[in-house]
T-cell receptor, first 114, second 113 residues
Framework: NAGVTQTPKFQVLKTGQSMTLQCAQD?????MYWYRQDPGMGLRLIYY???????DKGEVPNGYNVSRLNKREFSLRLESAAPSQTSVYFC?????????????FGPGTRLLVL | DAKTTQPTSMDCAEGRAANLPCNHS???????VYWYRQIHSQGPQYIIH???NNETNEMASLIITEDRKSSTLILPHATLRDTAVYYC??????????????FGQGTILTVHP
């Protein structure tokens, strides 16, 4: 039981390049989330998926797109990376059993945009 | 979701209890109080949550005041590995803000030998 996994762990991009951050969970959770964390700040929600087949914007969605590929996987895409998107990206999932709101986080993807 | 207020930082000696306060004076009746922590460079980790009653699990205890305007997270025997940023979050579980955790600045807890 790996929990929430994210790939890649690190990535360096040039301005204007695109990339997709992958996230997968093996806990049979219904909901999945993408957050970003800038240095010295708390996490901010980018997008979330309450259930398979649905996605919704969070606090800071501009510049990102998401795909809920199936119940296990939720990807985050940067179509044209900008230096302002340099951050650590965390994926999370929730929604099984009694504590349906408790979120479990992955280890993060560290992204540097030059 | 309720706005929460936490001290910026706290210190604790190893082996002693760490008591982390949180004010949430605007919390509504159906909002839970959640605690997460983030150890350096790692993803946040769920600790505990509660609505009205005090709660205890293998990691910590959560004491919620009767008026629900504040709460305290207690780590009964802090270790060096408990050094982390601790976040207190109000969450309207199942409501329109479904599952959307709002992380503030949190409290930096430093456990000293």
């Amino acid at each position: 039981n790996a929990g929430v996994t994210q790939t890649p762990k690190f990535q360096v991009l040039k301005t204007g390049q695109s990339m997709t951050l992958q996230c997968a969970q093996d806990m049979n959770h219904n909901s999945m989330y993408w957050y970003r964390q800038d240095p010295g700040m708390g996490l901010r929600l980018i997008y979330y998926s309450a259930s398979e087949g649905t996605t919704d914007k969070g606090e800071v969605p501009n510049g990102y797109n998401v795909s809920r590929l199936n119940k296990r996987e939720f990807s985050l895409r940067l179509e044209s990376a900008a230096p302002s998107q340099t951050s650590v990206y965390f994926c999370a999932s929730s929604g099984h059993g009694i504590y349906q709101e408790t979120q479990y986080f992955g280890p993060g993807t560290r992204l540097l945009v030059l | 979701d309720a706005k929460t207020t936490q001290p910026t930082s706290m210190d604790c000696a190893e082996g002693r209890a760490a008591n982390l306060p949180c004010n949430h004076s605007t919390i509504s009746g159906n909002e839970y109080v959640y605690w997460y922590r983030q150890i350096h460079s790692q993803g946040p980790q769920y600790i505990i949550h509660g609505l009205k009653n005090n709660e205890t699990n293998e990691m910590a205890s959560l004491i919620i005041t009767e008026d629900r305007k504040s709460s305290t997270l207690i780590l009964p025997h802090a270790t060096l590995r408990d050094t982390a940023v601790y976040y207190c979050i109000g969450l309207n579980a199942g409501g329109t803000s479904y599952g959307k955790l709002t992380f503030g600045q949190g409290t930096i807890l430093t456990v000293h030998p």
